[in-house]
């Protein structure tokens, strides 16, 4: 069974940054694409920053110079660096990967952005 567990999620004010992590577990290897969503409250998921096995990167627009991803496929775990952090990233970020032609989800981590 394959899970994903994200942690660094908190709360940070405006201009801080956070880590987070998302270790991927169960017999798996060779993930193909990481990545990172949000979801603030009522609105729609959205994708923040995705990484391929071959390090390729994807940034949403909103992030761009701010986050960085990264992933450790030895320890099958993908980061998501964020630095500026701004009010409006407050949100419920979750880890997602795409595995043999199946998208498996975390539960999410909660990042509230506040002074």
């Known amino acids: 069974q394959v899970q994903l567990v994200e942690s660094g999620g908190g709360l940070v004010q405006p201009g801080g940054s956070l880590r987070l992590s998302c270790a991927v577990s169960?017999?798996?290897?060779?993930?193909?694409?990481m990545g990172w969503y949000r979801q603030a409250p009522g609105k729609q998921r959205e994708l923040v920053a995705t990484i391929t096995d071959g390090g390729s990167t994807n940034y949403a627009d909103f992030v761009k110079g701010r986050f960085t991803i990264s992933r450790d496929n030895a320890k099958n775990t993908v980061y998501l660096q964020m630095n500026s952090l701004k009010p409006e990233g407050t949100a419920v970020y979750c880890c997602?990967?795409?595995?043999?032609?199946?998208?498996?989800w975390g539960q999410g981590t909660q990042v509230t952005v506040d002074s």
């Open positions: 997602n990967i795409r595995w043999l032609g199946n998208a498996y």
């Open positions: 169960g017999s798996i290897f060779k993930i193909n694409t």
